[in-house]
């Protein structure tokens, strides 16, 4: 079911929370929602799952519009909110069993329902504690059993693998990568590698503005950071490779890092590669390594967030 | 309906797993029973049988212990986050709130089931007019079910569940007790009415007498339904 976000506006007091934010999700996509404490993640996915109402704009989730089909739209989203309320009073079994009851699953499916989600979300030897007992790790999973219980169309997870262990997040990981492949998932998480792990589109939002859109190499491509690479070159003495090196017009700037490594920025347009392979060539050299340096999806992160 | 059901039942499975709600009961009940059996103008000095002072005293008790009761309905759920897992749900805030409000209903009709023994002690004693036992019982479940719905909305608009509680209170203190007394001080006039309308003890009193008046029923059944509606309005003027 795709998700349509068109000028999403929602203002506390004074202050704007989200602006003019408008996005779609098609079906089958994980969309990774990107931004800094503060920026409008939180308030966007609270306004998707119908707890808030914005000041304009409009989603649209499949045929339903939050205005119009709130209640609808509530049945076919399965939704983990940033803080995970729970009842603590209640236990692990109990919890999930009212939160099937409450989203009308048919009561001869109830207890498989609630026994296939405490298989997924590893919760088997914990389903008889009460909530409170639990550490925020177990917590979290019963939060995510409650949001995907009822087999939902959409699933909005506000950062869900929040207090996991690594091997947890690994396998919640792997569930939510297997619910993208059908469903829509939109998630957010400050974690940027998770982020770039599961997502097929990443979303960087800022100051309630969308900054940034794409796939993590679309974004990459886009960024206007200079290219790095990391070079070796051996068969001459280590200066005069710096100074042959420093003089390429291509290069704006070298360091040399360990013996005979040199890392070089240079534009993103230039064919560097030819240069140092005819520089070598000329001069008797020979490359040992040539590797291209990554932008990381924290570098552009911090570009498009950071003014 | 079925939302409303399903609430209900959790609200009750979750009251009568904790030991508290217990401890309200036996509270409730020696009380009740101090004042109407021990104390010194207890029921064998008046020389009637009638339920009247018993009524009075769990009247009186149900004052003071239904704003416990409901306090953390709505307070608790919104500092635990908990009204946002729900609303995020397919359940609407008028089945949240109807859903509190009969969960704390069947709560107080149970107290007031734990007072019959009484009433059957009384009716071994005397004469007692059973019909208006039945009318003085029912006017105590509507007058908790106003106190309920008092409860809920106070708990609407607090953050805390102490503050919840002392806002029921003092709505409360306003029905229970100084409508009437200014009903009284004005003495006679469209105020006086007014405030003697909007008096509980004054139509507790009609009901209590064995007399069945429609004017009670609206009244109660008014109060009640302002009280939800403005809990609704409370919460749901936060999500905009």
Known sequence: MDVVVENLTKSFGYQKAVDSVSFEVKKGEILGFLGPNGAGKTTTMKIMSCFLFPDYGNIHIGKYSIYKNPYKIKQIIGYLPEHNPLYEEMNVIDFLNFIAQIHNIPHYKILPKVMDMLRTCGLENEKHKTIRELSKGYRQRVGLAQALIHDPEVVILDEPTTGLDPNQIIEIRELIKKIGQEKTVILSSHILAEIEATCDRVLIINKGKIVADGTSAELRNKSNTDRLVKIQIEGGEETDIYNELALLPEIENIISSTKYHFEIQCNREAEIEKKIFELCTQNHWYIKELTPIETRLEDIFRQVTQN | ?240
């Not at chain 2, 003085?136 to 908790?144: D, K, R, W």
């Open chain 2, 1 to 240: 309906m079925n939302t409303v059901s399903i609430l209900i039942n959790k609200e009750l499975s979750n009251s009568f797993n904790s030991w508290s709600i217990y401890l309200g009961y036996i509270l409730f009940f020696c009380i009740c029973g101090f004042f109407s059996w021990l104390s010194t103008d207890n029921l064998f000095y008046l020389g009637q049988a009638t339920m009247n002072p018993v009524f009075g005293v769990i009247n009186w008790t149900q004052f003071f212990l239904i704003p416990a009761l409901t306090m953390k309905s709505i307070a608790d759920e919104k500092r635990n986050g908990t009204i946002e897992l729900m609303l995020t749900k397919p359940v609407k805030t008028a089945d949240l709130i109807c859903g509190k409000f009969f969960s704390n209903l069947i709560i107080t009709t149970i107290a007031l089931l734990i007072t019959l023994p009484y009433y059957f002690t009384l009716s071994f004693l005397g004469q007692v007019d059973h019909g208006a036992v039945l009318l003085g019982y029912f006017g105590l479940i509507a007058m908790s079910a106003c106190y309920i719905s008092i409860g809920i909305f106070s708990s609407a608009l607090s953050r805390t569940p102490v503050t919840a509680f002392f806002v029921s209170l003092g709505i409360g203190l306003c029905f229970q007790f100084l409508f009437g007394t200014l009903a009284v001080q004005i003495g006679t006039g469209f105020f006086a009415d007014f405030f003697s309308y909007l008096s509980m003890e004054e139509h507790f009193d009609s009901l209590s007498r064995g007399i069945l008046d429609s004017r009670d029923l609206v009244y109660f059944g008014s109060v009640v339904t302002i009280f939800l509606a403005l809990s609704k309005f409370f919460i749901c003027k936060s999500r905009f």
